[in-house]
């Protein structure tokens, strides 16, 4: 008896790996302990990490400028190939671990679960909006000095000036309208992030939301980082002299559009997505919102 029942526990059968999506709820829960973790981490951290998806970003919408500046492709195309070069950006900093300003509207959702404070929440943000910052204008520092907008004769330097251009000429409700419908995707995207057991997943299912959004032309506060001041560069250097409003562009220009597309990025993803999905995946029945309070 003590040999069978030996040979039967030696031939238990391994744990089943679980290949599935984590579910919504699930999901939630991932989301909210990565925002506690958000704000454990010192100033300087933030800041660095911060730098790192700055740059990955920029990484991503030059890649975009790269692709798009070929004038054989036509206009549909052109947005959704340019859109898929751009997903390189998170791509880069879901697997690698970087801190993104508008993923991290997500932390709302610890905000209304009392997890984290307001002050907790937007001491983050800011570290990470400066961080994500300097790592794009160190990108485009280093852009410029690698020569890379004379590629394609000069095209894509002359299409740094005319994207740049085109994103300070809107009004700035149009902007802010735009900055909302933008981080409601990508908050998406990085719940899918989140759901995902695998790299393989991650970028699979963040492909499309973030594809569509700036196939959409929809305002990215952070790729507005490094496109912003790369087409502002670029028409110092001489290039995009003949694209339509490139004359507005100068850093007053640069802040108009960030405060615009930053407070529509943190509103879109912070209720549309965070709260949203706080009140049907984690909010119990009854509760009234915490805010924060302790």
């Excluded at 740059?55 to 036509?74: H, K, R, S, W």
């Excluded at 994500?132 to 160190?138: E, H, R, S, T, V």
Aim: glycine share 12%; hydrophobic share 55%.
């Amino acid at each position: 008896m003590t040999q069978h029942h030996d040979q039967h526990h030696d031939a238990a059968p391994a744990p089943a790996v679980n290949v599935n999506a984590l579910t919504p709820v699930e999901t939630e829960q991932a989301v909210e302990t990565a925002g506690v973790a958000k704000t454990r981490l010192t100033g300087r951290r933030a800041f660095v990490s911060a730098m790192f998806a700055g740059a990955f970003v920029g990484f991503g919408a030059l890649f975009f400028l790269i692709v798009t500046c070929d004038d054989a492709m036509t206009w549909g195309p052109k947005r959704f190939v340019g859109g898929l070069a751009f997903c390189m950006g998170l791509v880069l900093v879901l697997t690698c671990g970087a801190e993104l300003f508008t993923g991290n509207s997500l932390m709302v959702s610890d905000l209304a679960a009392r997890k984290v404070t307001w002050r907790q929440m937007l001491r983050n943000w800011l570290f990470v909006w400066l961080g994500n910052f300097a790592g794009a204008l160190l990108l485009v520092a280093l852009v410029a000095l690698a020569g890379t907008m004379d590629l394609n004769g000069g095209a894509v330097g002359d299409l740094a000036v005319a994207t740049a251009a085109s994103k300070v000429t809107p009004g700035w409700g149009t902007l802010f309208v735009r900055g909302i419908l933008c981080n409601i995707l990508v908050c998406l995207a990085v719940r899918i992030g989140f759901a995902a057991r695998s790299v393989a997943d991650k970028v699979l299912g963040i492909l499309l939301p973030i594809a569509g959004f700036v196939a959409m032309g929809f305002e990215h506060c952070v790729a507005n980082m490094f496109f912003l001041p790369m087409g502002l560069v670029s028409a110092m250097m001489g290039y995009g002299a003949d694209a339509a409003g490139a004359a507005a562009l100068d850093v007053p220009a640069i802040l108009y559009n960030l405060s615009a597309a930053t407070l529509g990025n943190i509103l879109g993803g912070s209720l549309f997505v965070a709260l949203a999905y706080w009140y049907l995946n984690a909010k119990k029945p009854g509760s009234a919102l915490g805010w924060g309070r302790r």
